[in-house]
């Protein structure tokens, strides 16, 4: 069971640059274990091969139990046995549970499940402890950005620390994801969107205060992450009028011209 506590502490600037540096991850120390040849995802068209360790399959696993209470019930026998252990879960069965938590549901609910399994791993007042911590800056921007890197590579594979500009203002709180984890093995744009991008943006923006917006790049499927810099309303982002990927998802509807999973 993973539990996150969170206590308020004042830095000065100078403390703050220090810590900054300190957690800045190194590609050399931190880096995504993918089984490629060439140690970088593998061209659009082909899934990425990844080699996940004892800590990859305990996230996959916490996630997965949790979304798990929002799923249809699964077809495939495999799915059906008895409940798994903390290493049972494989990244397939993740995404799995998390196309079956799209069964039956809009986009808005949809994002809604997200929401509260991401509030359900959190302690009691952690979203406001989180204010204290990192209220809206450059410095809470950037630290962000730096987290980024090494906790959520085994969701999204290996990404970067890059330098963006918020508001007129350059600064390194931006994240690149060379090739999405999440949504080169789901192939799907419904999920892209609404089990990660808005409910993540929304979550970061609204719940802790430190605005986020993610722009997948659905043509490579990369991504990048900009904190600091809100995210638009969904009808004036262009993700809302993105077409499924016919060849490759499972759920698509090659009739429409925009993904029905978008559809609130």
């Known amino acids: ?19 900054l540096q300190k957690w800045r991850p190194r590609s050399t120390v931190i880096r995504c274990r993918i ?11 082909q899934k990425t091969k990844y080699s996940d360790g004892f800590f990859e399959k305990a996230f996959m696993t916490l996630f997965a ?34 196309r079956r938590v799209m069964q039956g549901r809009n ?39 730096a987290l980024t890197v090494p906790f959520f590579q085994w969701l999204v594979g290996p990404s970067e620390v890059v330098e963006v500009e918020v508001n007129g203002v350059k600064q390194k709180s931006g994240v690149h994801i060379k090739k999405c ?17 808005i409910p993540t943006q929304d979550f970061f923006t609204n719940e802790f205060g430190l605005a986020l917006t993610m722009i997948p790049n659905f043509e490579d499927m990369s991504c990048e992450m900009v904190y600091g810099q809100a ?27 925009i993904c029905h999973k978008l559809q609130a």
């Not at 206590?7 to 640059?17: D, G, I, K, N």
């Not at 984890?181 to 991008?197: A, D, I």
């Not at 262009?238 to 509807?253: D, E, F, L, W």
Request: proline share 10%.
């Open 65 to 98: 139990r949790k979304m798990e209470k929002f799923a249809a019930p699964a077809k495939n026998a495999i799915y059906e046995s008895k409940e798994k252990g903390w290493l049972d879960y494989d990244y397939e069965s993740f995404v799995d549970v998390s």
């Open 35 to 45: 089984a490629e040849p060439t140690g970088e995802p593998a061209p659009l068209g």
């Open 181 to 197: 984890r999440y949504l080169e093995n789901s192939g799907c744009v419904g999920m892209c969107v609404n089990m990660c991008k």
């Open 231 to 257: 995210p638009p309303p969904f009808e004036e982002d262009p993700v809302h009028k993105q077409p499924c990927y016919t060849n490759i998802c499972s759920v698509a509807n090659p009739n429409s011209s």
């Open 107 to 145: 986009r808005l609910q949809q994002q809604e499940v997200v929401r509260e399994v991401l509030l359900s791993m959190l302690p009691p007042g952690a979203p406001e402890q989180f204010k204290k911590l990192f209220p809206p800056t450059r410095w809470a921007a950037e630290f962000n950005a």
């Open 1 to 19: 069971m993973v539990a996150l506590s969170f206590q308020a502490v004042h830095l000065t600037t100078a403390e703050r640059s220090l810590s």
